[in-house]
């Protein structure tokens, strides 16, 4: 069955980094498009950014312009997040999601606080 599985997530203080990676398998990950949402508490889950199935296009919410970039591997079945500048309003569940399939990971927690 699909699944996805997400890691990465933790604390980090204002200004760190983090790489988030989501593990897929059940189903053939390099045909589909991939995307990373977040969700923090009392607020809707939001897009962050968007791939498609081979890498080359990539589309970002405003929010992380410049400071998050999401990639790739589609031979290690694998999506990744790699987020920096990061501050207190980017402390979020983040979600692996497949649009097509509408799949959800079950997310990993990112908390940003010194």
């Known amino acids: 069955q699909v699944q996805l599985v997400e890691s990465g997530g933790g604390l980090v203080q204002p200004g760190g980094s983090l790489k988030l990676s989501c593990t897929a398998s059940g189903f053939t990950f390099s045909s589909y498009a991939m995307s990373w949402y977040r969700q923090a508490p009392g607020k809707e889950r939001e897009l962050v950014a968007h791939?498609?199935?081979?890498?080359?296009?990539?589309n970002y919410a405003d929010f992380v312009k410049g400071r998050f970039t999401i990639s790739r591997d589609n031979a290690k079945n694998t999506l990744y997040l790699q987020m920096h500048s990061l501050n207190s309003e980017d402390t979020a569940m983040y979600y692996c999601?497949?649009?097509?399939?509408?799949?959800w990971g079950q997310g990993t927690q990112v908390t940003v606080s010194s």
């Open positions: 999601f497949i649009p097509r399939l509408r799949f």
């Open positions: 791939i498609f199935r081979s890498g080359d296009i990539t």
